[in-house]
Each structure stands twice: as structure tokens, then as C-alpha cells.
């Protein structure tokens, strides 16, 4: 059965944070614009605009198609263009020949902007064209998320299995569609994804690592805390992972104590949008505790947890045992120990920070 085309704007824009659904979304504009025709090469043209400037682009976008009806041309990564640029390029838009469709995309951290087009360019776009936005996946909806795709997958996958996999990678669409697949692929025949398939296959985030990590040295179980440190050790090039994971640990430290210092001053992370007037000034603008959040209750309300374990002395004297442990990695100490021999003696250190009493219930 014939698809039948749709008819939408000449000028169309996609901008999503997810490489997958910004794909999917121009899929289905292809589709919509030019039904059968949408698999048809002569039909789609790509560019990448951060390889075609005006003058290059401008011979796609003028002319009939001697091969095909209707055209689409797919511009990616149009926010490379400068404000010159597509200030250069809207005429073109504004003079497209019938049957000639456009669609620009931005994908990735420049789809977080509210505005990652030229302001004339926004105008026309508002006006004239279509813009279609695919906003990041909420933290609260990343479970819900993982259920449809079971569904669209064809596989069947309990509660317990998909809060695991957001767990394990949090609120990131792409892996999350990847991890997926894999998953669906592993269950083969028996159609169902498992928990124990969840925690086999797939690895957590650095980022959930480390929220994980510090959940155990918190709780001073430093048996798990050596278990989990596995995760961040590989089989080769041990000295920058075990950098990388000092880095990282310092870095959620500092979170913390700016934590503690909202929760002190009577405001919640959770819900905060940007610091407080009183505030600002005395938090620091890198990391920075609620941009680092950026609207991720998942992270605030974990944060919040874990401050509540934490004292302001408890947060000093981790990142003191982390800077040392610095050190000692750098050989600028006079013992230079092996790496994984610095990060087993780092989570020791830390972990035994809550039994000698510097935690708060």
C-alpha cells in the first residue's frame, strides 16, 4: 500500500539531545514528505554543515531534479553554520523551488539551548518552517522509557530488570536504546530480559559508578567498595583510569559539600534551578552543584542522601585522602605504589572516614 505524503513546511528543523531520536524524527519527515519516495537516493540529499558553507550549499538548494519529484536535503549539524552564515542561507530558505524541502538538525549539548539557531533564522523557523524539538529524557521517565522499548523490542522485561539497566546508565536515551538492543539480542528464544542478564551484560556509567561507589564507602562497607572498584580498573592502562577515578571522586566530593552548604542554608537540590541569590559567589562556578544537576532529580535526591551521611569535616578530610592519593599516583611522594595499589589504599581510606565517626544520621 502507497504511503501518502503529507504536506508540511519547506523549512524544517529537528533539534534533539538523542542521536537516535533526532534519526528517528527525520525518518518519519521523510516519510511524511515524501511517502514511497523517502528510500529513494535521488530523493534525499545530505549535508554537513560544518563542511558546507553558503556558497557550497547553495546549488542544492536551487533547480529541479530531472530523477526525482520532490527533494529533501538533510542538513546535520547546522548550528556549525555562524550567524553570518545562516544569515547568508536564509534567503535560499526563503527562495525554495517547489518540492524542495529542508531539514536542518542539531543534535547533542547544542540541542539544549533554548535557541541554538540565529535569531532571524529562529523567526523564519517560528513563521514560516516547522521546528521539532525531542527533549532530553527526564530521569522520571527513564523506567517508563525502558518498558516501551521492551514493548517496541518485542521482549518481555520486569520492574526489578529495567530500574537495574537505569541505574546502571541513567537518563542517557542513546545508551539506553543501545543497551536495548544488545539486551533483546541476548534474549533470544526466550524473549525475556532478566536482572541477572541486566547486571552481566551491561556496565554502569562512570557517573553512576561513582554514585554507587560512594553509596558503599558511606555506609563504610568497604568490601563492596573494593568490589565495585573493579569496575573502574581495566586490564590495561590502569594509571589514567585510576586518574580518571580520582577526578571523578573529587569532583562528587565537592558536589556534596556544596550540597551541604544549600541544605544548610534551608534549600532543597531537588526542584533548584539556579543557585541561590545568597548564594552565589560562594559556590563555585566549576563543578558547580546545581548546573552539574541541570534538572535531574535522580541526581539531586542521591546527592541529598548522601550529604546526609556526610559532615562538612568528613567532605575535608576525603578530599585530603583523594589529593594525597594524587600524589602517590604522580610519584611526587616519595613512595610511588603500583595504581591499583593507590586506588584499593584511597577506598580503604575513605571508607573508614564513617567508622571513626565523621558521618551524620
Not at 560544518?50 to 542538513?75: I, K, M, Q, Y
Not at 541486566?198 to 564507602?217: K, M, Y
Not at 550540597?259 to 560562594?282: H, I, M, S, W
Amino acid at each position: 500500500m502507497a504511503k501518502e505524503k503529507k504536506r508540511l513546511p519547506q523549512v524544517l528543523a529537528v533539534i534533539a539531545t538523542s542521536v537516535m531520536a533526532a534519526r528517528d524524527i527525520v525518518v518519519s519527515l521523510l516519510q511524511q514528505i515524501l511517502g514511497d519516495a523517502a528510500s529513494d537516493e535521488y530523493a534525499v540529499t545530505s549535508v554537513d554543515a560544518s563542511e558546507t558553507g553558503p556558497e557550497e550549499l547553495r546549488p542544492h538548494l536551487t533547480g529541479r531534479s530531472l530523477l526525482a519529484e520532490d527533494r529533501v536535503v538533510v542538513v546535520s549539524s547546522a548550528e556549525a553554520w555562524t550567524a553570518a552564515q545562516q544569515r547568508e542561507i536564509l534567503p535560499m530558505l526563503r527562495a525554495l523551488p517547489p518540492g524542495l524541502s529542508v531539514i536542518l538538525t542539531v543534535v547533542g549539548e547544542q540541542a539544549e539551548r533554548s535557541q541554538p539557531f540565529q535569531a532571524d533564522l529562529t523567526t523564519f523557523l517560528k513563521s514560516h518552517g516547522h521546528i521539532e524539538r525531542h527533549r532530553k529524557l527526564a530521569a522520571r521517565d527513564a523506567q517508563p522509557w525502558v518498558g516501551s522499548a521492551a514493548q517496541r523490542l518485542g521482549v518481555q522485561m520486569d520492574d526489578a530488570a529495567a530500574a537495574e539497566l537505569v541505574d546502571r546508565v541513567g537518563p542517557d536515551e542513546d545508551r539506553l536504546a543501545s543497551e536495548m538492543e544488545k539486551l533483546a539480542t541476548y534474549a533470544g528464544d526466550s524473549g525475556r530480559i532478566t536482572l541477572e542478564a541486566v547486571r552481566e551484560l551491561v556496565p554502569r556509567s562512570l557517573e553512576a559508578s561513582v554514585f554507587v561507589l560512594i553509596d558503599a564507602l558511606s555506609s563504610g562497607d568497604v568490601r563492596k567498595a573494593y568490589q565495585l572498584l573493579a569496575e573502574f580498573l581495566p586490564p590495561s592502562g590502569q594509571d589514567e583510569a585510576v586518574a580518571h577515578l580520582l577526578y571523578m571522586l573529587a569532583r562528587h566530593f565537592r558536589l556534596l559539600w556544596q550540597t551541604l552548604a544549600l541544605q544548610r542554608a534551608g534549600y532543597r537540590l531537588e526542584g533548584l534551578e539556579e543557585v541561590p541569590e545568597e548564594l552565589v559567589g560562594k559556590l563555585p562556578a566549576e563543578p558547580n552543584v546545581v548546573a552539574s544537576v541541570g534538572g535531574r532529580n535522580w541526581m539531586a535526591r542521591k546527592l541529598s542522601q548522601q550529604a546526609q551521611r556526610h559532615t562538612e569535616a568528613t567532605v575535608i578530610r576525603s578530599l585530603r585522602e583523594i589529593y594525597v592519593a594524587d600524589l602517590t599516583l604522580k610519584g611526587i611522594l616519595e613512595r610511588r605504589l603500583p595504581s591499583d595499589a593507590v586506588a584499593e589504599l584511597l577506598v580503604s581510606q575513605l571508607g573508614t572516614l564513617r567508622a571513626r565517626g565523621g558521618g551524620r544520621e
